[in-house]
């Protein structure tokens, strides 16, 4: 059974800084595209970012550019999402999510496209 659990949300000041970590079980990791979105209340869900199977290639909504970095440890089977320089329109429900197909390249964008997702950890950030 293949089970994405994600950990590291809280609440937190405008300004501050947090730490995603989505571990995944039943499931390697390895060779496929891993991506974070994110569902504020009463808005669609939307891509925050994507990392390929190696780390070389990761991708950012334009919203959190510089401020959020993907990355992956294969070896742990587990992917993080550092965010700094938090906002309160970054609030929303964040979930990490696994590609089916693998050795995508570039990661896709589209939530549609991954096979496999977390619960999600809230994120809220206050003025």
């Known amino acids: 059974q293949v089970q994405l659990v994600e950990s590291g949300g809280g609440p937190v000041q405008a300004g501050g800084s947090l730490r995603l970590t989505c571990r995944a079980s039943g499931y390697i990791i390895s060779g496929a595209c891993m991506g974070w979105f994110r569902q504020a209340p009463g808005k669609e869900r939307e891509v925050v970012a994507t990392?390929?199977?190696?780390?070389?290639?990761?991708s950012y909504a334009d919203s959190v550019k510089g401020r959020f970095t993907i990355s992956r440890d294969n070896v742990k089977n587990t992917v993080y999402l550092q965010m700094n320089d938090l906002k309160p329109e970054d609030t929303a429900i964040y979930h990490c999510a696994a590609d089916r197909k693998l050795g995508i390249v570039p990661c896709p964008t589209s939530s549609q496209t991954y096979g496999y997702w977390g619960q999600g950890t809230q994120v809220t950030v206050s003025s």
């Open positions: 990392i390929t199977s190696g780390g070389t290639y990761t």
